[in-house]
């Protein structure tokens, strides 16, 4: 299930940002030939059909690197700067001592990242509403106890993907195919023979993905990005 849902993320991640001249994408990527480009191999949406691209992606000082690495539920520590997809549910109790209390959980729990180098989150749209959610962690023994707006336990089965996407100090080796997400610029250069179609791109970020972590990367789509169910 997790990389069928993989599978469709990369399927439709293929489209490029709106903005002019924008790149964003997730493939194989891996070094072309005996040049200096680094050869994406991507899917993107042609006549609402998906298709198979290629970019040539130029990296350069100024691109910043990052992997990303599946944890378990006590890789979270106390402190730490979280995002939650799930949602808010408040229900009111009372003890058999007549106390009355409100039982804060944050249910529904998809996802948790960890880290920094995300594509930028929206937040859920209110309340009830099923979506992303910054939080810190206030406890975390075994379950996890947030705060957010008030104190809110976190509901996290074994299906719960924990993802740490942590910055590279160095362009790291691609000798071979990786599972990569490309940001950047298009109009750099491409190899002399590349086709039309193959697009260059002047890459600002690249982030190695964990296979492990499947079923996290369809969350990190834009809405009209985002694979169907």
């Keep these: ?3 069928a849902m993989f599978a469709i993320a990369l399927t439709l991640a293929g489209i490029q940002a709106a903005a002019a001249g924008g790149f964003h994408s997730w493939g194989k990527l891996a070094k072309h030939k005996k040049t200096e480009f680094y050869a994406l191999s991507y899917k993107a949406l042609e006549g609402g059909k998906p298709g198979s691209k290629k970019a040539y992606v130029s990296l350069s000082e100024g691109t910043r690197y990052f992997a990303d690495r599946r944890i378990p539920l006590d890789g979270i520590k106390e402190g730490d700067e979280i995002w939650v ?3 808010l549910r408040e229900t009111e109790g009372r003890t ?20 920094e180098g995300y594509p930028t989150l929206t937040p859920a749209a209110s309340k009830d509403a099923v979506g992303w959610r910054r939080a810190t962690v206030i406890r975390n023994g075994g379950s996890l106890t947030v705060s957010l707006g008030g104190e809110y336990k976190v ?8 993802l ?14 990786l599972l990569a997400e490309v940001r950047g610029e298009t109009g750099g250069e491409r190899p002399e023979k590349a086709k039309d179609d193959e697009v260059g791109v002047r890459a600002t970020q690249v982030v190695l993905l964990d296979p492990k972590a499947a079923g996290a990367y369809g969350f990190l789509l834009p809405p009209e990005e985002a694979p169907s169910q």
């Excluded at 058999?96 to 880290?115: A, I, K, M, Y």
């Excluded at 509901?155 to 924990?162: A, G, L």
């Design 1 to 3: 299930m997790k990389q």
């Design 164 to 177: 740490q996407r942590a910055a590279l100090e160095e362009a790291p080796e691609l000798k071979k195919k």
């Design 85 to 87: 997809y799930g949602s």
């Design 96 to 115: 058999p001592e007549g106390t009355s209390f409100v039982d804060r959980q944050l249910s529904n729990t998809q996802v948790v990242l960890l880290g």
């Design 155 to 162: 509901s996290c089965t074994r299906d719960v993907v924990i």
